[in-house]
């Protein structure tokens, strides 16, 4: 019987370590198999004086990596909640390996590039992107937060655009992902979704109702888009989100976000709306879920600080 072929493909030649993942027909969405195969590699790479550097490959031309697995990470969750828990500490300590390397790491985006394809991305010490890219961080569509670090990027993008693309999840192109410090390269002008003071004039603060408020009553269309967007997402994720980036702005760097995304992780495996907002858009697909809060308003702000606190 001919074996499958694997998930996750290793080459080492001329002292380039090629990571790459080959799972095309899923967008090379990472299974926990698969990151545990990625974490061994890029142990062993890192502790082999014969590797100068690291690739990082996406397999299809549909895209780099649609992100982890979350229909299997969902199943976890049901059925074994601390094999859940520890399929993220591994995610997270692949992407701290990656921020931390003294090897030099290079990452090739194309296509769909989001959520845990981005935590094996963005925190490479080189980024190529291609002009076909489709940035996202969309987890707050599924009951999620932004997770694998990237709220760090966030914190740092220009004005509020960081807050705007966590709490949207909103998929951007190239010009958009330079603009914003995510990918290098020159951004000659202002991309048109991030043009004008609407972004910075309504996502100030740390507030998600006033946020809310003032993108409904703004005066540019974006804005009242962008509310009905925020609208159909989890209210809690969306909350969890805003103060997730508000504090990885205080935050010395990725690993610390790491840590906090871990916390996080650990409360959502607990109770969260993860396991509703997969099922609607993944598993039964009717595109309808049943959050816990009818909106944001209705999420109570202890609630959402209690998920930061470290379990005991």
Same mark, same amino acid.
């Given at each position: ?14 002292? *380039? ?20 195969? *990625? ?16 690739? *990082? +490959? ?8 649609? $992100?982890? #697995? ?14 859940? &828990? ?6 997270? $300590? ?15 985006? +194309? ?16 980024? =190529? ?9 969309? =987890? ?22 960081? @807050? ?7 998929? *951007? ?42 993108? /409904?009553?703004?005066? #540019? ?41 871990? @916390? ?5 495996? /607990? ?12 598993? #039964? ?18 609630? &959402? ?8």
């Amino acid at each position: 019987m001919e074996m499958p072929a694997p998930e996750v493909r290793t080459e080492l030649a001329d002292g *380039i370590a090629r990571l790459v993942l080959s799972r095309p027909r899923a967008i090379n969405a990472l299974s926990p198999e698969m990151m545990h195969t *990625i974490s061994v590699a890029l142990d062993s790479w890192l502790a082999d004086g014969a590797v100068q550097a690291i690739e *990082i +490959h996406g397999e299809g031309d549909r895209g780099f990596c649609a $992100g982890a #697995d979350v229909r299997a990470i969902r199943q976890l969750v049901l059925d074994e909640p601390q094999a859940a &828990v520890g399929f993220f500490r591994e995610e997270y $300590g692949v992407n701290e390996k990656i921020a931390t390397s003294p090897k030099p790491i290079t990452s090739y985006l +194309h296509g769909i590039s989001m959520g845990g394809g981005l935590g094996l991305a963005l925190h490479c010490q080189r980024i =190529e992107a291609a002009d076909n890219l489709q940035l996202a961080m969309p =987890e707050v569509g599924i009951g999620l937060f932004p997770d694998v670090g990237i709220t760090w990027q966030l914190a740092h993008a220009p004005g509020q655009t960081g @807050i705007w693309l966590a709490m949207t999840g909103t998929t *951007i192109d190239l010009a958009t992902a330079r603009y914003m410090g995510l990918v290098p390269g020159a951004s000659t002008t202002v991309p048109e979704p991030v043009e004008g003071t609407w972004i910075d004039e309504c996502f100030d603060g740390n507030d998600p109702a006033q946020i809310l408020g003032r993108l /409904e009553s703004h005066s #540019d269309q974006r804005a009242r888009d962008c509310a009905t967007v925020i609208r159909t997402k989890s209210p809690w994720s969306v909350c969890v989100a805003l103060e997730a980036v508000r504090r990885a702005e205080e935050m010395s760097g990725v690993s610390e976000v790491l840590a906090q995304d871990l @916390i996080l992780a650990t409360h959502f495996v /607990e109770d969260s709306d993860f396991v509703e907002g997969v099922r609607a858009q993944l598993v #039964d697909k009717d595109r309808n879920p049943r959050w816990r809060h009818g909106r944001v308003e209705d999420v109570p702000r202890e609630l &959402v600080l209690a998920m930061f606190a470290q379990k005991s």
